[in-house]
């Protein structure tokens, strides 16, 4: 468990309380949450030993980051393992109204350098909305480090008054994606129904909602851009969850 004694500075007491909570994750064997808790009080700590003077407490801070810092490296050892033994499962509940949930944040961890073919398998990629979504995920993709060239994507096609707008928004996606030398295939099927994206360097998500699980706007869009904007352009687009 973490000690209580360091001083009452917000740091120090930013890094006691996160660290207490590193140690409870790992006593219930939540592994990849009590890694982050560690590695950010891990760095509370860091801030708390620069500002102390004293150097019986610096003796002390220091001997208390090492040990974190073995820990958290035990754990990431074990991670990595898992991973790479095919075992590694995450689970992540994307409570209403939660934010802080973009598509970088929970797909970044998966995408490196030899990220370059994208398999996106999702039957609502059909309203206005939903093709603006799509249009951030690859926005998304197109971000370093990955290299991607080819996106797949698997939908179902919109059988009433929208399916105009649904192939239009996706034509105009592509042609975006075009110019930035990405190669967009899409393909259209009745009966799909469950929704996974697939990266080429062996990761696969099921995500319930599929790409879908932002609130819808409250202003109707009627339109996609025809240019796939720079990843700092915020105007236009659908904001998440608040």
Known sequence: MAKSGLGQDPESTAAVTVLKRAVELDSESRYPQALLCYQEGIDLLLQVLKGTKDNTKRCNLRERI???????????????QEKEDGKYHKQIKIEENATGFSYGSLFREYLNETVT???IEDPYI????QLYNFLRFCEMLMKRPCKVKTIHL?????????????????????E??????VL????????????????????MIKIGRGLDYFKKPQIQV????????????NRGRIPPKE
Request: glycine share 4%; proline share 2%.
């Open 222 to 233: 009627t339109f996609l851009p025809r240019i796939l904007m720079p990843t700092n352009y």
């Open 126 to 129: 059909r309203h206005t909305h």
């Open 117 to 119: 073919e994208v398999w």
């Open 154 to 174: 698997l939908t179902s096609l919109d059988e009433g008054s929208e399916q105009v707008q649904q192939s239009r928004g996706l034509k105009e996606i592509e």
């Open 66 to 80: 090492s040990k974190y810092m073995d820990r958290a490296e035990n754990i990431k050892k074990y991670l990595d």
């Open 184 to 203: 967009l295939e899409v393909q259209y099927s009745s009966s799909i129904h469950d929704r996974e994206i697939r990266f080429n360097n062996g990761w």
């Open 176 to 181: 975006s994606l075009r110019s930035h030398g």
